[in-house]
Structures are given as structure tokens and as C-alpha cells.
């Protein structure tokens, strides 16, 4: 049985969380875009930082499974927004679901971690985008702020890292099973 650790991270803070879980299950982790075959893995534990929605570097490592009968497969994303938030976790679930065959879907594991961000360190593209989206959700009302706009809400223009390892466990008990 071939075990591997792939993450997709912009930032590094997805890679944090990659690299700890590595070491505490003695698992190669290793960015997505270092994956050449990934047909030559059983079990896969996918990590991806999410940006708009998205899952970085998610479906152009999965999509490229062919037969997954005898796989496991288990999906991490990490975001901004509170991963306990029953909304938050409905939308993202459904978020995977558009972006990943519905085969890998239904076989995936599916888990939320929570990052960080730090402003200072964004590109322009995403420094603007989240300036767009910051100014557009804080004109909504009270009743429809989701987790994830209140997380924009909050962590605006600052250095915010809710990284937290011990939320890795949830993980590391699933790879037991
Ligand atoms: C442009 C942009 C878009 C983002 N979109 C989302 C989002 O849709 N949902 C969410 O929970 N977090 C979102 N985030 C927060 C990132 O997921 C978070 O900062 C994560 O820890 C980044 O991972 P990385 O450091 O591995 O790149 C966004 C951040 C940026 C900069």
C-alpha cells in the first residue's frame, strides 16, 4: 500500500499543516505540483487551501485518477472561515462536489482546517480581490453574513493565523481506521 500526503498552498499555511501530518504519520507529503503519476498511490490525503471557493491544485491532481475502486481518498481544505460553521461546511462540500468527479466524490473523506492570512504578504491579484470582496460583504446585513464573510470581515488588512495542530488528529484517526 503506497500512502501519500499532497497539498495545494499558496501561502504556506496548507504546507504547515501538510508538513506536521507528514511527520506524525510518517507520510511523504509533497506539493501538487510535484505529483507525476498519481495512479501509483493507494491511499491519498489531498490538502488544499481554498480561494473563492476553489481548492488549490485539487481537481488537476484528482481528476487524473483513473480506477479508484481500491483507493481511499481523503480531501482537507483549508480556509479562513470557522471549519465547525454548518454553513460553511455545506458550502464547501458542495464547492468539492463541482470541482471533483462525482466517483471521487462520493469515495473522498471530506475535512476542514482552518488557516491563516497575512496581508501583507499578498500579491496584488489577491491583495484587490479580497478588497472587492471585503467592501461587498460589509454592506450586508447582519443575517446574511456567513462564516466566511465574517472571516473576511475580521481578518481584514491583517496577520491572522489560526493554525492549529491539534486538529490534525481527526485526520491521523481516519488514516487508522
Ligand atoms: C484571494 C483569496 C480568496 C480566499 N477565498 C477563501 C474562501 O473562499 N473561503 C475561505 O474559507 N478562505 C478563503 N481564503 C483564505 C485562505 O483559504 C487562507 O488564507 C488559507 O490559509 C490559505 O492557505 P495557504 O497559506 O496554504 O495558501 C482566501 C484568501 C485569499 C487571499
Known amino acids: 500500500m503506497t500512502n501519500i500526503i499532497i497539498y495545494g498552498s499558496h501561502y504556506g499555511t496548507t504546507k504547515e499543516y501538510a508538513d506536521e501530518l507528514s511527520r506524525r504519520t510518517k507520510i511523504q507529503a509533497l506539493p501538487y505540483e510535484k505529483i507525476k503519476e498519481i495512479n501509483n498511490y493507494d491511499n491519498i490525503i489531498y490538502l488544499g487551501a481554498v480561494y473563492a471557493?476553489?481548492?488549490?491544485?485539487?481537481?488537476?491532481?484528482?481528476?487524473k485518477l483513473n480506477n479508484i475502486a481500491n483507493k481511499t481518498i481523503m480531501i482537507v481544505t483549508v480556509g479562513l472561515a470557522d471549519p465547525t460553521d454548518e454553513q460553511n461546511i455545506h458550502n464547501k462540500i458542495n464547492q468539492i462536489k463541482s470541482q471533483?468527479?462525482?466517483?471521487?466524490f462520493e469515495k473522498a473523506k471530506i475535512i476542514h482546517l482552518r488557516g491563516g492570512i497575512d496581508y501583507s504578504k499578498l500579491n496584488?491579484?489577491?491583495?484587490?480581490?479580497m478588497k472587492l470582496l471585503y467592501h461587498a460583504v460589509k454592506k450586508l446585513p447582519e443575517d446574511k453574513q456567513t462564516a466566511e464573510n465574517k472571516a473576511i470581515i475580521e481578518t481584514y488588512n491583517k496577520k491572522v493565523d489560526f493554525i492549529d495542530f491539534s486538529s490534525l488528529d481527526k485526520i491521523i484517526k481516519e488514516i487508522k481506521k
Open 53 to 63: 471557493g476553489g481548492i488549490l491544485g485539487m481537481s488537476k491532481t484528482l481528476n
Open 100 to 104: 471533483i468527479p462525482k466517483e471521487i
Open 124 to 129: 496584488f491579484a489577491h491583495k484587490t480581490m
